[in-house]
T-cell receptor, first 112, second 110 residues
Framework: EPEVTQTPSHQVTQMGQEVILRCVPISNHLYFYWYRQILGQKVEFLVSFYNNEISEKSEIFDDQFSVERPDGSNFTLKIRSTKLEDSAMYFC??????????FGPGTRLTVT | DQQVKQNSPSLSVQEGRISILNCDYTNSMFDYFLWYKKYPAEGPTFLISISSIKDKNEDGRFTVFLNKSAKHLSLHIVPSQPGDSAVYFCAASDGQNFVFGPGTRLSVLP
């Protein structure tokens, strides 16, 4: 069964550094999302991406964040200058219809 | 501003009995609702969904009920199995955004 994959599973970085989190959505899906979950808190929407552009973004998704679909298979989330409070699990999701989303296993980002 | 609420952070149920997980929402623009299950160290897994034009949707042991007037939905699992032990997230969509509830941790006791 097709699945969403994410790499790396765990990323440790120093405050102020740039990180790129990678996702490979399910191949025929059209809508792509990033979410995060800070330890002990709820899953929070970051951004949705459709037709090669951002369709929605939350207040969390400020100028430090960007997304790209560089080659038709990968979907990346870049954080330009990480802060301690960016430490969280980051989940990528994709959907064909814009409804049921399929999530990846997540990348645990630790900012020290 | 919690648009999607799951007021029970945890629930324990005996194996074989019914588990009922509740979710309330405030935004009347939500027209599609989903339940996800999440195991530790894994991403959320889609379980079942319901459109606002329906009041019930059933898939095997899982049934979701929607009461639009009360802005309330519930997930029923019957019979509950130990493998159902996980965190369950309710999510709501207005066609563009998805908002997740804080989750309910279900423990099914053997």
């Amino acid at each position: 069964e097709p699945e969403v994959t994410q790499t790396p599973s765990h990323q440790v970085t120093q405050m102020g550094q740039e990180v790129i989190l990678r996702c490979v959505p399910i191949s025929n899906h059209l809508y792509f999302y990033w979410y995060r979950q800070i330890l002990g808190q709820k899953v929070e929407f970051l951004v949705s991406f459709y037709n090669n552009e951002i369709s929605e973004k939350s207040e969390i998704f400020d100028d430090q964040f960007s997304v790209e679909r560089p080659d038709g298979s990968n979907f990346t989330l870049k954080i330009r200058s990480t802060k301690l409070e960016d430490s969280a699990m980051y989940f990528c999701a994709s959907t064909l219809t814009g409804l049921e989303q399929y999530f990846g296993p997540g990348t645990r980002l630790t900012v020290t | 501003d919690q648009q999607v609420k799951q007021n029970s952070p945890s629930l324990s149920v005996q194996e074989g009995r019914i588990s009922i997980l509740n979710c309330d929402y405030t935004n009347s623009m939500f027209d599609y609702f989903l339940w996800y299950k999440k195991y530790p160290a894994e991403g959320p897994t889609f379980l079942i969904s319901i459109s606002s034009i329906k009041d019930k949707n059933e898939d095997g042991r899982f049934t979701v009920f929607l009461n639009k007037s009360a802005k309330h939905l519930s997930l029923h699992i019957v019979p509950s199995q130990p493998g159902d032990s996980a965190v369950y997230f309710c999510a709501a969509s207005d066609g563009q955004n998805f908002v997740f509830g804080p989750g309910t941790r279900l423990s099914v006791l053997p």
